[in-house]
């Protein structure tokens, strides 16, 4: 499978997600330039951070972090809508590992019992193929050796897409469409919600307000690999 992978990028060479710059030996999915200057946060370290303070102005969250902070026209804006819309799932998958290391190695997220992606609707999943926040949740758990939930927190209402919405209308737009299938296996614990990028906070809030209204001895912290930059 190596050999018939090294003939195949002989003739299509890989391009780097964030700048489209072509691939080297030794490079796996970014470039060493894009990572060596990813817009990284300081969140895995830092227990007070912004995106803690805005998620609170919502829900009870204990730790919040995200890898990553990218403006509007960023080439990493690009490299998640690549693993979100076309199929690039690996991307996800260095993500979720590249997140995880950042929080094992900040320390700040091992009181967590469990890890939890934020889930597709069946419909959406079947369209697509797989759940990008589950690649990253799973990169997540290895790190922090955690066990990973997937089929216990379910999303039973395909909504419209948040893209083009503004902060209110994608509250509005995410209230109760999430369902907690077994609350008993999340009472008491302190669960980490993760997801691939968040823009207002409303979709993994609407996770969390979920879990806590049926699980509501449960603890909520969140981790994201990248967030907007306003936040």
């Given at each position: 499978?190596?050999?018939?992978?090294?003939?195949?990028?002989?003739?299509?060479?890989?391009?780097?997600?964030?700048?489209?710059?072509?691939?080297?030996?030794?490079?796996?999915?970014?470039?060493?330039?894009?990572?060596?200057?990813?817009?990284?946060?300081?969140?895995?370290?830092?227990?007070?951070?912004?995106?803690?303070?805005?998620?609170?102005?919502?829900?009870?969250?204990?730790?919040?972090?995200?890898?990553?902070?990218?403006?509007?026209?960023?080439?990493?804006?690009?490299?998640?809508?690549?693993?979100?819309?076309?199929?690039?799932?690996?991307?996800?998958?260095?993500?979720?590992?590249?997140?995880?290391?950042?929080?094992?190695?900040?320390?700040?997220?091992?009181?967590?019992?469990?890890?939890?992606?934020?889930?597709?609707?069946?419909?959406?999943?079947?369209?697509?193929?797989?759940?990008?926040?589950?690649?990253?949740?799973?990169?997540v758990a290895r790190a922090l050796e955690r066990p990973c939930s997937t089929d216990n927190l379910v999303r039973n209402t395909n909504n419209p897409s948040?893209?083009?919405?503004?902060?209110?209308?994608?509250?509005?737009?995410?209230?109760?469409?999430?369902?907690?299938?077994?609350?008993?296996?999340?009472?008491?614990?302190?669960?980490?919600?993760?997801?691939d990028v968040i823009t207002s906070g409303a979709t993994i809030g609407s996770c969390a307000t979920e879990i806590l209204r049926t699980a509501p001895n449960?603890?909520?912290?969140?981790?994201?690999?990248?967030?907007?930059?306003?936040?």
């Open positions: 499978m190596g050999l018939l992978a090294d003939i195949f990028h002989l003739f299509v060479p890989r391009r780097c997600p964030a700048c489209g710059g072509y691939l080297i030996e030794g490079e796996r999915t970014f470039c060493t330039l894009c990572r060596t200057n990813a817009p990284l946060t300081t969140h895995p370290t830092e227990a007070l951070n912004p995106l803690l303070e805005h998620l609170r102005n919502e829900i009870p969250v204990e730790r919040a972090a995200a890898l990553i902070s990218f403006p509007r026209g960023s080439g990493w804006r690009k490299a998640v809508h690549e693993f979100k819309y076309s199929g690039s799932w690996r991307i996800a998958v260095e993500c979720g590992e590249w997140l995880g290391e950042a929080l094992a190695e900040g320390g700040l997220f091992y009181g967590v019992d469990v890890v939890v992606p934020v889930p597709l609707h069946r419909r959406k999943l079947l369209r697509r193929g797989y759940n990008q926040a589950e690649y990253i949740a799973e990169g948040q893209a083009l919405k503004h902060t209110d209308e994608r509250w509005e737009n995410v209230e109760g469409i999430f369902t907690l299938l077994r609350p008993e296996e999340f009472d008491g614990k302190h669960i980490l919600l993760v997801d449960a603890k909520i912290s969140i981790a994201t690999f990248a967030t907007a930059h306003h936040i």
